[in-house]
């Protein structure tokens, strides 16, 4: 298995709304991420997690809340967004920084 | 401290003529340097790696990158357009080369056209 998960597809939800976005690999890879990208931008780092350890928050609002149960599951517990935060979640693994990111396929968030 | 710069937002060629994006990089270290394509409303996907092993790295789909320290450049080709080739590109530069940790330093990204 050479893929990262990323569930749902697509997801709206309200501004009082709880939801999860849910990433999943078994590549066996130690660090896992979590990227936002806005329309026609690069992707902006979120978290990093290393060992299933919170290593880097980029200063992201608590309103996003990243969860790393094991190894192969790395969760992102929303709560109270507003409409700027609808973007296209990206989730990536990777086993050391030579062998590059494998990106998940990406949640599609609108916040309404 | 790394960055790096795509030279051009948005590239056209017509099918079948050769493909130049191109991309500097600014890095305090010996750099890994990637190149990721990204197909509207996917997620990225790995085209190819420089981690100092041979400067002329070859990728999937035709694609190729030159690492020139010199001229701190790492151009993305490839010699003949697909319409499939249609996509976002993003020269990416890492940092703490050989760590698990760190993070990735993004391009703005070239938009590839390519008519028929």
């Known amino acids: 298995d050479t893929e990262v998960t990323q569930t749902p597809k697509h997801l709206v939800m309200g501004m009082t709304n709880k939801k999860s976005l849910k990433c999943e690999q078994h590549?066996?890879?130690?660090?896992m991420y979590w990227y936002k990208q806005k329309a026609k931008k690069p992707p902006e780092l979120m978290f990093v997690?290393?060992?299933?350890?919170?290593?880097i928050n980029e200063s992201v609002p608590s309103r996003f809340s990243p969860e790393c149960p094991n190894s192969s599951l790395l969760n992102l517990h929303l709560h109270a967004l507003q409409p700027e935060d609808s973007a296209l979640y990206l989730c990536?693994?990777?086993?050391?920084?030579?062998?590059?990111?494998?990106f998940g396929s990406g949640t599609r968030l609108t916040v309404v | 401290a790394q960055s790096v710069t795509q030279l051009d937002s948005h590239v056209s060629v017509s099918e079948g003529t050769p493909v130049l994006l191109r991309c500097n990089y600014s890095?305090?270290?010996?750099?890994?340097l990637f190149w990721y394509v990204q197909h509207p409303n996917k997620g990225l996907q790995l085209l190819l790696k420089?981690?100092?092993?041979?400067?002329l790295v070859k990728g999937i789909n035709g694609f190729e990158a030159e690492f020139k320290k010199s001229e701190t450049s790492f151009h993305l080709t490839k010699p003949s357009a697909h319409m499939s080739d249609a996509a976002e590109y993003f020269c990416v530069v890492s940092d703490h080369r050989g760590s698990t940790l760190g993070r990735l330093y993004f391009g703005r990204g070239t938009q590839l056209t390519v008519w028929p």
């Open positions: 890095s305090s270290y010996s750099p890994s």
């Open positions: 997690y290393s060992y299933e350890k919170l290593s």
């Open positions: 590549m066996g890879h130690r660090a």
């Open positions: 420089y981690t100092s092993a041979a400067t």
């Open positions: 990536a693994s990777s086993s050391n920084r030579d062998s590059g990111y494998t």
